[in-house]
């Protein structure tokens, strides 16, 4: 039914090849500058084989239909890769491997983000993993450019507060329902200082940032709770001026802020030339390799926004920023049909963190905000952030409904991106209190109605004998009115669900139940 | 849940934000790129901090006065041209502010908002920019300077094309002095005294007073002054260069009364004086083109009578730019119309198309009747006529009025304003020559070697 015009066919293998024919054409110019690069032409081939690859293996045995956030991937890394290939050789098969190493971290998060019962077992080894991964850099660390945030195994640096992002976003949703309770709130606060201490340790301020803001997504996400989040950022507001005030060496590495022509050859050379070659470039650019800000130091990682606009033209590079709204804008709209908060919650934070590094980025290099030293998400040369920008992609993409086609099919046939039966948290396993507990369908008017929660409603008695056999086509409501004993048996509320369903597009209740009580504040229930 | 993801509209807040961050940024770019991309650490334009690659400037004749060729800047063969047009073509490094290599920078680059520095890359040059300057005259000038400082400027009056502009200390662009620092010979070398110097104009000043005479004593031709080598005021004497003795209103313009002119300053009053000299563009901000013109400054407010006296004929801190008093001059000629001066004509881009800096316009700062201009070109051609005589400028019908600026140490600067009333050659001229003595032996002698090599 209304399948069809959900998953309107769109032919990706025509993308997948437009894709490739621009990743030929720009990866063509830096592989025959003056004789042919073999070295680099294997690299793009290596690269462009693994992208049809995925889309093979995906499309025809993964049951996937969409890949938009692939292509958008796919399309940055490797204009990522070519912008490094044209100022280093050496950089170029880095950088591959590092898209490579992304796109597993894209799969295997995939792959454990479709069973939430999973990702809550994970939550608290996850977050303890980051935090001492966060201590561990620390001890290791090493001085490089006024940051300690980078630590050398095996001869290869690499950024553990990159990794570290994932897992608070992973930590942060995980924990949706436990923030009721004031320990789990005060373990998540615990959390969230822990990883923004160690950021301001390591004088890593940018990621610090970005830490504090994800961390205000997925709080104001939870609570709602406006006066809360205004109370942590006055806090925040008056602990910067406490630190700035105390250790005015902090001040001084923003003091070339709106300063930065008076220094034009000292701390403000990068902010500088970034401006000046940007506008050198024009619209249009000026072709990729001609330009000169790639001699200037962290050209490839921080300075890269500036490199686009040099070689590849100022439209180029401002398509590119405005795809990281339209990845927010797309979150903003799965999260609306998600199958629980957990989704929700992650796709926009990950993709808020997103935009928010973006931001942080290209206004620090134009001097509109201090300069931070952050990367470019998926252009920025470096391993850790190209691995960290593929995982934000993959809470986002896990948000999204037609992500887990045959989990959503066979639940609820009447609604083709039904949601799975992943029940998350003990339950009780004594039958008479057994309730299933599902929170409420998101984006669902129906279901708060009054009028209508009658026809939405489960008795426990019902849910305990055929739970197990019939939970796959029937939705279960949040708003557990066991204790109301109302009886309504399953193929009545099937054929109500179904006829509400088909005015209305969704049906009644389709999210998981994440906490073993039901809703046990009037918080959460309304 | 559903309040989970109904919260999720508060990113459009943070999409907002950043979208009037990205419209802050293309909006600098678009403002500020000309400028950016003219810096001197740009490796497209320049190289080890001088220009490498840029269009070529123009005199009027088509000379070359500056060009890149291979990556290097080079300029015109004589090193007396490379040192008479320094002051209008700029160096390199963009020491010298005024320069059209310093502001025209970003055309000789070709930068534009659209294609960037893409033209300077493809066609390896910028765009050309055509001067009005004539090389040839601008080198007499110089030699006529003759090694002393100061600046001589000519112009049509009627179409506002500066012929000749010279700022004297100078050096050679391409083989720069080293000890310039410190160095007294050359002192204020990076200033184009033409536009962004301003002296004690003297006796010249004695026009203004005498247009506000004009402007507001009806009966002033018929009035006489008694002069008796100075003029009495309670706070002090005014010192006069001669003892007149009893003279007109004329005579007293001709010969450069002091006391006659202090008494007509006091006389007409702190008010009437500055009205006329605002009126005059005094005190006014003006940029020829884009580039800035250091303002005449004219202030009596709160003086003495005596210092309003000596205000009245051009000293006390009345400082007055040589290209404003030029325009005054081209307003006295043009019957009251001033014309602004300019001396950047017109850019050529690579592909031919021509954009057009400089045209005949009226200066908005400066209104002078016609009545009183005219007057004034007959009270200037009386001072050649019937006393410094027309054989000081032979062939030539100048009109003019001399200056000899008291400074307080050294010799005072002299002055030489006037213009040619022929209408062959319709050409206004300012001349400041510093420490030179007497106006008409100094700057007088100058602008006749001049306008002989313009006139001819």
């Known amino acids: ?526 | 849940m559903n309040n989970t993801t109904k919260r999720a509209y508060v990113l459009y807040a943070f999409i907002l934000a950043f979208m009037v961050g990205l419209g802050i940024m293309v909006w600098s770019f678009y403002t500020n790129g000309g400028e950016w991309t003219s810096n001197l650490v740009n490796k497209h334009i320049y190289s080890n901090g001088q220009i490498a690659n840029a269009g070529a400037v123009y005199d009027c004749n088509g000379i070359a006065l500056a060009f890149s060729e291979d990556g290097v800047r080079k300029y015109h063969k004589s090193e007396t041209v490379r040192k008479a047009t320094l002051h209008a073509v700029g160096d390199q490094s963009s020491f010298i502010a005024t320069g059209v290599q310093s502001i025209y920078s970003s055309r000789l680059s070709g930068y534009d908002f659209v294609n960037g520095v893409y033209n300077l890359k493809k066609y390896n040059r910028g765009n050309d920019i055509n001067l009005t300057l004539d090389s040839e005259i601008c080198k007499v000038a110089y030699n006529a300077m003759n090694g002393r400082k100061g600046t001589i400027g000519v112009y049509n009056y009627k179409t506002g094309e500066i012929v000749c502009m010279v700022s004297a200390p100078t050096y050679d662009p391409i083989n720069k002095p080293k000890n310039m620092d410190g160095n007294e010979k050359y002192e204020g070398v990076y200033l184009n005294r033409f536009l962004s110097g301003v002296y004690t104009p003297g006796s010249t000043f004695k026009v203004i007073t005498a247009i506000c005479a004009l402007q507001n004593i009806p009966d002033i031709e018929d009035r006489t002054f008694t002069c008796t080598g100075k003029y009495h005021t309670d706070s002090g004497d005014v010192i006069c260069n001669s003892t007149h003795g009893t003279v007109s209103f004329e005579r007293a313009f001709n010969r450069s009364c002091n006391s006659a002119f202090a008494q007509l300053a006091i006389e007409l009053g702190r008010e009437k004086l500055m009205t006329t000299a605002g009126q005059l563009g005094f005190g006014a901000k003006d940029y020829m083109g884009e580039i800035p013109i250091t303002k005449s400054s004219f202030d009596v407010s709160n003086t003495k009578d005596v210092d309003l006296g000596w205000a009245g004929i051009g000293q006390y801190t009345t400082l007055v730019n040589p290209c404003q008093m030029l325009t005054i001059m081209g307003a006295i000629a043009n019957g009251g119309v001033a014309v602004k001066p300019y001396f950047v004509k017109d850019i050529i881009s690579p592909s031919g198309e021509i954009t057009v800096e400089g045209e005949t316009e009226q200066s908005g700062l400066i209104t002078l009747d016609k009545a009183v201009a005219d007057r004034m070109r007959e009270l200037m051609r009386s001072n050649v006529v019937n006393y410094y005589s027309d054989s000081s400028f032979p062939g030539l019908k100048m009109c003019g009025k001399t200056g000899t600026a008291q400074i307080d140490d050294g010799e005072p600067h002299s002055w030489f304003v006037g213009f040619s009333i022929d209408p062959e050659t319709p050409y206004a001229v300012v001349c400041v020559a510093e420490n030179s003595g007497s106006g008409l032996s100094g700057a007088g002698k100058i602008v006749n070697k001049v306008m002989q090599a313009i006139c001819k």
């Open chain 1, 1 to 526: 039914m209304s399948n069809e015009n959900l998953n309107k066919r769109f032919n990706w293998g025509l993308m997948m090849i437009i894709v490739t024919a621009f990743q030929a054409l720009t990866s063509t110019v830096v592989i025959v500058k003056g004789e042919v690069n073999l070295k680099l032409l294997a690299v793009f081939a290596a690269y462009i084989a693994a992208e049809w690859i995925y889309f093979f293996i995906a499309s025809n045995f993964c049951g996937q239909n969409n890949f938009e956030l692939e292509t958008i991937g796919f399309l940055f890394s490797g204009i990522g890769l070519t912008v490094c290939a044209s100022v280093y050789d050496d950089y170029a098969l880095k950088q591959a491997v590092s898209i490579l190493l992304g796109l597993f971290v894209f799969i295997f998060l995939l792959l454990v983000l479709r069973r939430t019962d999973i990702v809550m077992k994970l939550r608290m080894p996850v977050a303890f993993a980051a935090v001492g991964l966060l201590a561990v850099n620390l001890l290791l660390a090493e001085y490089n450019n006024g940051a300690l945030n980078w630590i050398t195994i095996a001869g290869f640096s690499i950024q553990p507060s990159e990794l570290v992002k994932l897992a608070f976003i992973f930590v942060g949703a995980a924990s949706l329902d436990k923030l009721q309770s004031t320990k789990s709130l005060t373990k998540y606060l615990i959390f969230c200082l822990g990883c923004v201490g160690a950021l301001f340790l390591m004088r890593d301020f940018g990621t610090a940032l970005i830490f504090f803001f994800t961390f205000m997504i997925i709080a104001f996400m939870r609570s709602g709770d406006v006066r809360t989040i205004a109370l942590v950022c006055v806090a925040a507001a008056l602990g910067a001026i406490m630190i700035i005030y105390f250790r005015p060496t902090v001040a001084a590495r923003f003091s070339t802020y709106r300063h930065i022509w008076e220094q034009i050859n000292g701390a403000g050379m990068q902010q500088t030339r970034v401006l000046i070659y940007s506008a050198s470039g024009g619209l249009f650019g000026l072709g990729i390799g001609n330009g000169k800000l790639k001699g200037v130091y962290a050209s490839t990682t921080d300075l890269i926004f500036g490199m686009l606009c040099e070689e590849w033209g100022m439209i180029v590079a401002f398509l590119i920023v405005l795809t990281y709204v339209f990845i927010l804008l797309y979150a903003i709209k799965v999260a609306r049909t998600t199958r629980s908060a957990f989704y929700a919650i992650a796709a926009c934070a990950a993709a808020g963190l997103m935009l928010f590094q973006t931001a942080l980025n290209i206004f620090g290099v134009t001097d509109i905000l201090p300069l931070t030293g952050v990367t470019l998400p998926f252009i920025s040369r470096g391993g850790s952030s190209m691995i960290c920008s593929w995982g934000l992609l993959a809470f986002i993409k896990a948000a999204d409904i037609r992500t887990y086609p045959k989990l959503s099919k066979t639940i609820l046939p009447d609604h083709p991106l039904y949601p799975p039966d992943i029940k998350i948290g003990k339950r009780s396993t004594r039958p008479t209190r057994r309730q299933v507990s599902v929170p409420r369908v998101v984006g669902d008017p129906i279901n708060q109605k009054p009028s209508s929660q009658s026809t939405a409603r489960k008795t426990t008695a019902q849910t305990k004998t055929t739970a197990r056999s019939t939970a796959k086509d029937i939705p279960v409501s949040r708003q557990t009115t066991a204790r109301k004993k109302t009886a309504a048996s399953s193929p009545q509320r099937t054929t109500s669900a179904r006829s509400t369903g088909t005015a209305k597009r969704t049906t009644a209740a389709k999210d998981i139940p994440i906490s073993r009580k039901a809703s046990s504040n009037g918080r959460a229930k309304r």
